[in-house]
């Protein structure tokens, strides 16, 4: 894991400011299914009313509210049976 990712904690803190009063749950974890990356939903209450935010797992292990990037397009050649 690269030393200067960007840990899950790290940024709850920063989007959500969990306190004891108004602390953040974990309300869903999964995989996306096409690109199999992993992704956490928390919800929390700020003093603008209740957020929920999605994280995911970026490719270097760190995470952020985006989706990692797709790989790019890539071409083939596939030999047809005639």
């Not at 996306?32 to 929390?44: F, P, Q, T």
Request: glycine share 10%; net charge positive; proline share 7%.
């Amino acid at each position: 894991m690269n030393a200067n990712c960007i840990s899950l904690r790290s940024m709850v803190d920063k989007w959500l400011a969990p306190t004891v009063s108004m602390p953040a749950h974990v309300t869903r974890v999964g995989r996306v299914i096409k690109s199999g990356g992993r992704y956490v939903m928390l919800e929390g209450r700020t003093s603008n009313g209740p957020v929920a935010i999605v994280f995911f797992r970026q490719l270097d292990g760190s995470w952020n509210v985006f989706p990692p990037a797709r790989g790019l397009p890539t071409m083939c050649i596939r030999v047809l049976a005639g």
